[in-house]
């Protein structure tokens, strides 16, 4: 016979288990399936989220998913120079995070099925009316009947697979090591450093009891591991640091990176269709400069929630229904193209060309008003006026972008 529900939420991860949450705190009858047996594992993320995206999408977190307190991030260009970009925020065990989220959606009513792979989907109709998808998978409690499906599985973006939605992203591989001991002043460091990392950047994310999160994304994925560890071997303040797994993965496995791969083609064509929500990075929400993905994720999933009650009170799933969801992301969420532009033209600059930028930048760049970069322009143009025109103004806003107010964490 198999499971009915209002809505189905494919995949627990931050998406997943937000949209859980606020479809639950809607009065929805929810279901969650999650392919993995466990949520939240492996992880597959620096596990940064600021202040302004708890806040916005009204999370208290509870002690136990709060590794450290940051202070924001620091930006390390090419030649060593250091600017800040001073926003507060937390570094997580994100795997507690993500199953506090979908516990507290349990809590209020929603099913948790864990090893449940959704694999096929058929349109419901009733008298020609559209009424949902019946949902097949991998797990005891399919089939599934759902009004309304929420695509919350990731780089994977298994119902635009099945539907034929929305071509494949093209996507950017990241990978880090815990390491120990590693020295903090409690700011996230990211290294632009394309010789390491093409296209993509380095980071230091500090969490409890001097552990680290050392990691990079980049293009040249074949090359991922090389480079990390040719990074920490250049690198003095990591060089002699111990390499460990997290404790969730610490039973007795080799020692080895975690990561995963993040779509970088911008947000889909189509992210809603006849019974069908796409959020997070099944959507393809992630910054474009950084490609932090989990403020988005957790933002696009309250806007499912949000149209998913609106349409099934009107009794009408259809996505005539649910356009409202693509216009509440579009009007809310930064310019991803124009950002883009930005992180092609930074992309474009030598090691030196961009250095001579990061040395232009205030110390601190959180305050730099209209003033801060009038004052960025004019040292650029007196330093390396080529470089100005070489569309530095696109790359500056890419920066600019990447704030936690413009979703960039
Ligand atoms: C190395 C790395 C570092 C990162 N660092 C950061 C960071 O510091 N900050 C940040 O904001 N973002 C970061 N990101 C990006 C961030 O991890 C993602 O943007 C975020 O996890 C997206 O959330 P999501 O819920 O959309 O998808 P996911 O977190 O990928 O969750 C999808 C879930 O769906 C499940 N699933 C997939 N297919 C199916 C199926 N058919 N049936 C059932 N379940 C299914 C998966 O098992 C998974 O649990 C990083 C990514 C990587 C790879």
């Not at 349990?106 to 058929?122: Q, T």
């Not at 780089?155 to 815990?178: D, F, H, W």
Request: hydrophobic residues 40%; negative net charge.
């Amino acid at each position: 016979m198999g499971a009915i529900c209002d809505v189905l939420v494919v995949g627990a991860g931050p998406g997943g288990g937000s949209a859980a949450l606020h479809a639950a705190r809607l009065g929805l009858d929810v279901i969650v399936i999650e392919d993995h047996k466990e949520i939240g594992t492996p992880v597959h993320c620096g596990e940064c989220i600021s202040d302004i995206a708890l806040s916005n999408l009204d999370l208290n977190l509870p002690d136990q998913v709060i590794s450290k307190r940051v202070h924001g991030i620091r930006v390390i260009f090419p030649d060593g120079t250091q600017k800040r970009l001073t926003e507060h925020g937390y570094v997580l065990e994100k795997h507690l995070f993500e199953q506090w989220l979908v516990e507290q959606s349990v809590d209020l009513g929603a099913r948790l099925f864990l090893g449940h792979k959704l694999k096929s989907m058929e349109r419901i109709e009733e008298n020609g009316k559209f009424m949902g998808h019946y949902c097949e998978g991998k797990g005891d409690n399919f089939p599934i009947n759902a009004k309304i499906v929420i695509d919350a599985s990731g780089v994977t973006g298994v119902c635009s697979k099945i539907l034929e939605l929305n071509q494949r992203p093209k996507v950017i591989a990241g990978m880090q090591y815990e390491m120990l001991q590693v020295p903090t002043d409690d700011y996230l460091d990211f290294y632009i450093w394309p010789q390491y990392a093409e296209k993509g950047y380095l980071w230091m994310i500090p969490k409890s009891d001097g552990r680290a999160n050392v990691g990079l994304v980049t293009e040249n994925k074949s090359r991922i591991v090389k480079e990390l560890d040719r990074f920490i071997e250049d690198t003095d303040e990591f060089r002699d640091l111990e390499i460990v797994n997290p404790n969730w993965k610490d039973d007795g496995r080799k020692i080895s990176g975690f990561g995963g791969a993040i779509p970088i083609s911008g947000p889909h064509e189509t992210t809603h269709s006849d019974g069908i929500l796409l959020i997070g990075d099944a959507a393809g929400f992630t910054s474009p400069l950084f490609e932090g993905g989990s403020h988005l994720a957790l933002k696009s999933a309250q806007f499912a929630a949000i149209t998913a009650a609106d349409a099934i009170l009107k009794d009408d799933v259809t996505a005539n229904s649910l356009a409202k969801y693509s216009e509440r992301w579009k009007s809310e969420f930064p310019p991803y193209h124009k950002i883009l532009r930005g992180k092609s033209a930074l992309y474009s600059l030598s090691d030196q060309d961009m250095s001579v930028m990061g040395r232009c930048f205030p110390d601190e760049m959180s305050d730099m008003g209209i003033s801060g970069k009038a004052m960025v322009a004019i040292r650029l143009l007196v330093r390396r006026p080529s470089l100005y025109f070489r569309r530095i103004i696109p790359a500056m806003l890419a920066f600019g972008y990447s704030r936690a107010k413009y979703y960039g964490w």
